[in-house]
């Protein structure tokens, strides 16, 4: 079995006599001695796979946000493979063996030991904490370990996120331990010949691998330190940094100083990796391991392995950040997407980006300042600023930097929780770009940004919310921004495309208009073109009296709009969220007006709760019908189970936050509502509107981490913003009931 299974092999190398006959144990150790059942050079290969194969599943990461302490990379496990791999080739696990064998030196020993320390302490008061053997560090130990390590929450640095800070830190060096160690024995137990090649006067390949001819070159030349990653950038057959050289920059990494920071050589060759075609991005990415990025940008080391304690970053800062650059890098890319794509739109305004630097460089520091305490973004810009004019950028270039990073979280507010077809919400964002230029570098760097926080939180229906408002804005900018279309203008512009097509479907005009009439000014910039002639056409083919549920799913914005129609009452909301979350869909967006005759028309906008779109036909027909007949029987819902909290949720607690604000032109409470996520959470909210007798005109919802972000405008039954008094009633309902929730 042995021969067969190198995990079988390894538990046998772990074997400890603890009783019975020693001459059998020592005949066992012969037997898997032998080279008949694994050689060094088989069992090295064999061990290499397995921990390729371990690491890709936690995706090649040591920056995962529930980390595995032993398996995860940079864990117990890659030490582990160190010692086995000695066991089997020298006959020994002790760590001393490597120095003894000069793969490593004494000083790089006790920091070995230092990290295996750590790791083994971590693991022991994880296995305590749980009562049982837990190796992932989850959210609800993270808290407590902080505080079994003597860790205290200061000023916009919590507890919890030093720790995990150091353990970050502690998982990367093991991990470059690892790399390092693994190619020296490569090396000692394949005993490959060398193959060298010249690069130039000071560095050379083995075997493929980057070094320099000199030892002591990066310490002699300090220039030397960046030469060699954009050698390795212009140079796409050498396969990565050969040991010596890895050894040699993390020694290089400390000694980087503010001489070498101001030496103009050495900002032009940082320049040169920054702008070069791709891929630059895995230079930097390289830089930061091996401790270069973070000394040459003293800002950026100390986010370095920094984590935030949520569910939306998925990710540390710095890895972050790093992605972030890598997406701007794609943008500008040869398109293999369908000419139209989204990604296709993207690389058609990277390519009118004037220096693509600048964008890279706002990449670079729009979360550099994060856990400084103070406004991050403002902090950033003055640091990206000053690194801008110390790198030759123009002043124009580096306000423009400067811009970006303390403004790099408007465009994605304004699109998520603004109504990006309202006039006035376009001209206040026209007024804020200013110009196309601006607006151009913005857009790039949002969807950067947001597609390098979570693989899971850049959806269709973002994508598109984001495009909605560039194109908007886009328009305003070519008109007058005081005025972008003229109110008036605008919605004609949409009446008029949407008569077109519906008259191209054989619609009479007087019919469209008799359907139209009952609709408030509101529906037209409320909706869509598309979503006009859907809505006229459903109602044409519907019902007079009763309920009209219909629906479509629309794939390119990755979501399924569900239309309602029917008699006027403020529990329609509460219904149809308590049916919507009951048939395990979420709730992007509501719309809501009447349509005159005491009926009024909704439009919900519904994912599935993984945030794909409700693709199945049939089971859409289900949910519409449920519907339906909710509706019709206009029964209040009951109060919902009380679910369980997921797990992770369980781990945060954001208390509640509700603000009101009037809505730009006066009509509607817009209320903004901040708690953490939990099931039925919308008909919860639902159900305490209800009671109070308060309409729901729009919702946005978002979920970003552990938080629910939803934005309601409101009005009385009179149609009216909310009074202070129904303002005050309704926020401690509110309170009281999701506090105790």
Request: hydrophobic letters at 40%; proline letters at 4%; charged letters at 30%.
């Amino acid at each position: 079995q042995a021969r067969a299974d190198v995990t079988i092999m390894t538990a046998l190398l772990e074997a400890r006599l603890l009783a019975g006959s020693g001459r059998l144990f020592g005949q066992l150790g012969k037997a898997i001695n032998a080279r008949s059942v694994w050689s060094s050079t088989q069992f090295y290969r064999a061990k290499v796979r397995e921990q390729e194969q371990r690491n890709a599943e936690y995706g090649d990461t040591a920056s995962n946000l529930e980390p595995d302490v032993k398996n995860g990379p940079g864990g117990l496990r890659d030490l582990h493979t160190v010692q086995w791999i000695l066991k089997r080739r020298f006959g020994s696990t002790a760590l001393e063996t490597l120095v003894e064998r000069g793969l490593i030196s004494a000083e790089q020993l006790v920091g070995l030991h230092r990290a295996r320390d750590f790791l083994s302490q971590v693991r022991f008061a994880l296995h305590l904490n749980s009562g049982r053997m837990e190796d992932r560090l989850l959210f609800e130990h993270q808290k407590q370990l902080a505080g079994n390590f003597g860790y205290h929450d200061q000023t916009g640095n919590r507890a919890v996120e030093q720790f995990m800070q150091r353990y970050y830190r502690t998982t990367r060096r093991v991990s470059l331990f690892n790399e390092v160690v693994l190619q020296r024995l490569g090396a000692v137990i394949g005993r490959t010949r060398t193959a060298e090649r010249r690069i130039n006067a000071r560095f050379l390949t083995r075997n493929g691998y980057l070094d320099s001819k000199r030892p002591k070159l990066l310490e002699d030349s300090p220039r030397a330190v960046l030469e060699s990653f954009l050698l390795r950038q212009k140079h796409a057959e050498i396969r990565g940094f050969g040991a010596p050289l890895v050894e040699r920059l993390m020694e290089a990494a400390p000694r980087i100083d503010s001489e070498f920071r101001n030496d103009p050589k050495n900002r032009r060759t940082f320049m040169q990796i920054l702008s070069a075609p791709a891929p630059a991005p895995s230079q930097l990415e390289a830089m930061n391991r091996y401790g270069v990025l973070g000394a040459y940008i003293p800002q950026f080391g100390l986010i370095t392995g920094r984590m935030q304690y949520d569910l939306f970053h998925s990710y540390t800062v710095d890895v972050h950040i790093l992605r972030v650059v890598r997406n701007l890098r794609r943008f500008g890319l040869p398109d293999k997407q369908e000419t139209g794509s989204r990604d296709s739109r993207l690389r058609e305004i990277m390519e009118r980006i004037e220096n693509p630097a600048v964008l890279y460089i706002a990449g670079l520091f729009h979360d550099i300042a994060k856990g400084r305490g103070g406004d991050h973004s403002e902090l950033g810009a003055g640091d990206a600023e000053q690194f801008c004019s110390d790198h030759g950028l123009s002043p124009r270039e580096s306000a423009l930097v400067a811009w970006l990073v303390r403004h790099h979280l408007d465009l994605s507010i304004t699109a998520q929780k603004k109504d990006v077809y309202d006039p006035a919400v376009i001209r206040d964002f026209a007024r804020l770009v200013g110009d196309q230029v601006h607006l151009d570098h913005l857009y790039l760097l949002t969807v950067a940004d947001v597609r390098g926080t979570n693989p899971g939180l850049w959806t269709a229906w973002k994508a598109r919310a984001f495009e909605d408002l560039y194109r908007q804005t886009e328009r305003a900018l070519r008109m007058n921004i005081e005025q972008p279309r003229g109110t008036g203008e605008l919605l004609k512009e949409r009446e008029q495309a949407a008569l077109a097509e519906l008259r191209g479907r054989g619609l009479e005009e007087d019919r469209i208009r008799a359907i139209w009439n009952g609709f408030a000014e509101d529906y037209f910039w409320l909706f869509r073109d598309d979503e006009i002639v859907w809505h006229t056409a459903a109602l044409n083919d519907g019902p007079s009296d009763g309920f009209l549920v219909a629906s479509r799913t629309h794939t390119a914005d990755g979501n399924t709009a569900i239309l309602v129609h029917g008699p006027s009452a403020v529990r329609r909301f509460f219904i149809t969220c308590s049916v919507l979350d009951a048939k395990g869909l979420n709730i992007l967006d509501a719309r809501i007006l009447p349509s005159g005759g005491r009926r009024s028309l909704a439009q919900y906008l519904v994912v599935q709760r993984d945030g794909a779109a409700l693709q199945d036909a049939d089971q859409l027909e289900v949910i519409c019908d449920s519907l339906r007949e909710a509706l019709a029987r206009g029964d209040l819902p009951s109060r919902p189970a009380s679910r369980k909290l997921p797990r992770r949720l369980r781990a945060f607690d954001v208390g509640v936050q509700v603000s009101f604000r009037a809505d730009p032109r006066g009509r509607h409470t817009v209320m903004e509502l901040v708690t953490t996520d939990r099931p039925g959470l919308l008909g919860l909210v639902g159900g305490i509107l209800t009671r109070q007798e308060i309409a729901v005109r729009t919702a946005k919802i978002a979920t970003i981490g552990e938080r629910a972000e939803d934005v309601f405008h409101l009005a009385d039954t009179g149609r009216k913003p909310l009074s202070a008094d129904r303002r005050e009633k309704l926020l401690d309902a509110l309170k009281k009931e999701l506090e105790d929730g």
